[in-house]
């Protein structure tokens, strides 16, 4: 939603298409909660009391960021000046150096609710499931330490937009390094190493190790999982824990 000048330009809004897809969500929701609740208690061992909290956290969470750093560089700074002639108003670009200042936030919903299921994992799901968790932790690891390369190796600085990284990318090399984990050394608890390893490796390769590219953007704000529910490192965690139980 760019915004110069004072005003604000949407894309174009259709009433059929948005009953469409408040259709298709309707229809889907229970699905989704279904499949999202699997995951968790199942292959995550989150307690099905929690499942519910942890999916309302998730989606009103996407709407809220928490400002942590700034980062400032030197760069091109556009502004218009406005010239009415004849009753015509033409607003003519300038272009001066200055500093530009970039607020870096962390989305709720999108990387810390991950961050701290990943804690829970780390802390309790992954003890209790493992009888050698410092075995396990290594493995973990090693995992976050192959993903956060690979996922950093990939990740492209797109002027404007972000940092965008293969859609499937981080997940399909968090499933496979964890499947060759595990066929070196048997994996007790798989599925918990893989969404820890999925989520905290795709946090650091593509965001923590791409903080001194931010400038490059251009924009004033970005956000860390500001995509919420949908964003690359949420999405990640729960992809990876479905490759995991299908290959394993």
């Not at 493992?130 to 990740?155: G, Q």
Request: net charge positive.
């Amino acid at each position: 939603m760019p915004e110069s000048g004072g005003r604000v330009f949407f894309r174009p809004f259709s009433m059929l298409y948005f009953t469409f897809l408040l259709m298709m969500l309707l229809v889907l929701l229970p699905l989704l909660t279904m499949l999202f609740r699997g995951l968790l208690v199942r292959g995550l061992g989150i307690p099905p009391e929690s499942v519910g909290f942890v999916l309302l956290v998730s989606l009103l969470g996407s709407h809220f960021n928490i400002p942590f750093t700034s980062v400032e560089s030197l760069g091109p700074i556009t502004t218009y000046r406005e010239v009415r002639f004849f009753g015509v108003t033409w607003r003519i670009p300038r272009v001066a150096v200055g500093v530009r200042r970039t607020l870096v936030t962390i989305n709720v919903g999108g990387a810390v609710v991950p961050i701290l299921i990943s804690a829970y994992l780390l802390g309790y799901s992954i003890p209790a499931c493992s009888p050698d968790p410092l075995l396990t932790y290594l493995k973990t690891l090693i995992l976050m330490l192959v993903v956060a390369l690979a996922v950093h190796r990939s990740a492209r600085v797109v002027k404007g937009l972000g940092i965008a990284t293969p859609a499937f990318g981080p997940p399909a090399i968090t499933a496979l390094t964890t499947v060759l984990i595990h066929l070196v050394s048997s994996v007790s608890c798989p599925t918990q190493i893989a969404y820890v390893g999925g989520t905290l490796g795709t946090l650091i390769g593509a965001d923590l190790m791409n903080l001194n590219r931010l400038p490059e953007l251009g924009v004033p704000v970005v956000s860390i999982g500001g995509a919420g529910t949908f964003d690359g490192i949420y999405i990640t965690g729960l992809v990876s824990v479905v490759f995991v139980l299908l290959l394993l």
